[in-house]
């Protein structure tokens, strides 16, 4: 059987809308960037006082600009590239091969309906967006 990825990826949508997952790709080098540029420039206006006020501005700046950047995973997962979405339906087949299945809401019950399968596939998932997105992943509202 052809790897269908619609099939595949309307069932990594699923899974992720209910467990509510989120995910940001992480920022922190842009964020450390913003708060050293902000201790420097302080640290050039006003000294060694300029310097604590110029690092504590950049760190709110920073935060401020890093903050809220939790997009829903099937929108992350639709805006993949062609090639990441393949890879990624490859590794999920590998899981669910067995299986014959008729359309994507066929495969979401068969998957849905064996616990096994289904902490294989979330596992794989979230290993695929932590290792291979270098995304923080948060759940729930």
């Not at 809308?17 to 420097?40: D, W």
């Not at 760190?59 to 099937?74: C, N």
């Not at 339906?89 to 849905?112: E, G, K, P, Q, Y």
């Not at 596939?121 to 729930?140: D, H, S």
Request: aromatic share 4%; proline share 5%; with cysteine.
């Amino acid at each position: 059987m052809p790897v269908r990825l619609d099939d595949i990826m309307s069932l990594l949508c699923h899974m992720s809308e209910q467990q509510k997952m989120k995910a940001a790709v992480k920022h922190s080098a842009k964020g450390a960037l913003v708060a050293g540029a902000g201790a420097f420039l302080g640290g050039l206006v006003g000294g060694p006082p300029g310097l604590a006020v110029g690092g504590a501005m950049g760190g709110l700046v920073a935060a401020w600009m890093t903050s809220g950047q939790f997009k829903p995973i099937p929108q992350i997962l639709m805006e993949l590239p062609p090639v990441q979405q393949k890879d990624l339906c490859d590794r999920v087949f590998a899981i669910v091969r067995n299986l014959d299945w008729t359309d994507a809401t066929h495969l979401i019950t068969l998957v849905s309906s064996n616990a096994i399968l289904q902490q294989n596939v979330a596992a794989l998932l979230i290993n695929f967006v932590t290792q291979e997105l270098r995304a923080e992943i948060q759940y729930g509202d």
